[in-house]
């Protein structure tokens, strides 16, 4: 048992992994066939996550040179001021796309009880400061992919509509939403496509054969990986590459590489 305790503590939170889902994107351009799209979510910059694993993470992304990096949120676990400047100095080394880099905010990055808006600027000041375009309600051309990116549910600016009702059904177009469970409310007009999202953890600590025992989201079913969903939508939620607490077991953190194709 301790043999197990010691593994989940002090292997598993650190032992990345580097996932390869095929993502077939309607419309897409030809000379993106092949493209790859890397998620990096839930970092989690903060006093329970190793600076030099987010900095050998951010290099890993680095040697792959992907074409795209989306951020899909919870930038931080918020404890004091000193998260801001821990995050600006981590994303010195953030990885970046050669065609675009987009990101979003989560829960985690609106503070106490997701209402605080001035620390959520902050956050997506020190991200373009680092040169990720950050997506609130928004949607950006990024290389010839469309990307739209969703705010947070849990916060008091998760407002959607307008841009999907505009822009979601754009060809080549993805969709970054950090809760998953947005994909379920009555949002989504004409969207058929990729939802990208976090927050989840993999359920961080998982039970082999069975359900995490805690996920923060109301569909239970919705842990990590791919889902099919209403309205010709798929969505995929990554484990992330952070944690709350130093502890993950049968959910290692992960960032998925998708390779784009044709639809």
Same mark, same amino acid.
């Given at each position: 048992?301790?043999?197990?305790?010691?593994?989940?503590?002090?292997?598993?939170? *650190?032992?990345?992994?580097?996932?390869?889902?095929?993502?077939?994107?309607?419309?897409?351009?030809?000379?993106?066939?092949?493209?790859?799209?890397?998620?990096?979510?839930?970092? *989690?910059?903060?006093?329970?996550? =190793?600076?030099?694993?987010?900095?050998?993470?951010?290099?890993?992304?680095?040697?792959?040179?992907?074409?795209?990096?989306?951020?899909?949120?919870?930038?931080?676990?918020?404890?004091?001021?000193?998260?801001?400047?821990?995050?600006?100095?981590?994303?010195?080394?953030?990885?970046?796309?050669?065609?675009?880099?987009? $990101?979003?905010? $989560?829960?985690?990055?609106?503070?106490?009880?997701?209402? =605080?808006?001035?620390?959520?600027? !902050?956050?997506?000041?020190?991200?373009?400061?680092?040169?990720?375009?950050?997506?609130?309600?928004?949607?950006?051309?990024?290389?010839?992919?469309?990307?739209?990116?969703?705010? =947070?549910?849990?916060?008091?600016?998760?407002?959607?509509?307008?841009?999907? $009702? *505009?822009?979601?059904?754009? =060809?080549?177009?993805?969709?970054?939403? *950090?809760?998953?469970?947005?994909?379920?409310?009555?949002?989504?007009?004409?969207?058929?496509?990729?939802?990208?999202?976090?927050?989840?953890?993999?359920?961080?600590?998982?039970?082999?054969?069975?359900?995490?025992?805690?996920?923060?989201?109301?569909?239970?079913?919705?842990?990590?990986? !791919?889902?099919?969903?209403?309205?010709?939508?798929?969505?995929?939620?990554?484990? $992330?590459?952070?944690?709350?607490?130093?502890?993950?077991?049968?959910?290692?953190? !992960?960032?998925?590489?998708?390779?784009?194709?044709?639809?």
């Amino acid at each position: 048992m301790a043999a197990v305790g010691l593994y989940a503590w002090r292997i598993e939170p *650190h032992w990345l992994e580097f996932s390869r889902p095929i993502m077939p994107v309607r419309g897409l351009a030809p000379e993106l066939e092949g493209a790859t799209l890397a998620q990096i979510s839930d970092i *989690h910059v903060g006093p329970e996550v =190793d600076d030099d694993y987010l900095i050998e993470s951010f290099r890993r992304v680095k040697e792959v040179a992907p074409e795209f990096v989306a951020y899909t949120g919870d930038w931080v676990t918020y404890d004091s001021p000193r998260e801001m400047t821990q995050l600006r100095s981590m994303l010195k080394h953030a990885a970046l796309g050669r065609l675009g880099t987009v $990101g979003i905010l $989560g829960n985690h990055d609106y503070g106490e009880r997701w209402q =605080d808006l001035k620390m959520a600027q !902050e956050i997506c000041a020190i991200a373009k400061d680092s040169g990720i375009t950050m997506l609130r309600n928004e949607a950006v051309d990024a290389g010839g992919l469309q990307i739209i990116g969703i705010d =947070d549910l849990w916060s008091p600016c998760f407002a959607p509509t307008r841009v999907l $009702g *505009h822009s979601g059904a754009d =060809d080549s177009t993805i969709v970054l939403s *950090h809760n998953p469970d947005s994909a379920d409310r009555p949002v989504w007009a004409n969207y058929k496509g990729w939802i990208l999202s976090g927050h989840t953890h993999g359920g961080q600590c998982r039970p082999p054969f069975l359900p995490p025992p805690y996920i923060p989201v109301l569909n239970k079913r919705y842990i990590a990986g !791919e889902y099919e969903l209403s309205g010709e939508r798929k969505m995929y939620i990554s484990r $992330g590459v952070g944690h709350l607490e130093r502890v993950r077991f049968n959910a290692r953190p !992960e960032i998925p590489l998708f390779q784009l194709r044709r639809a």
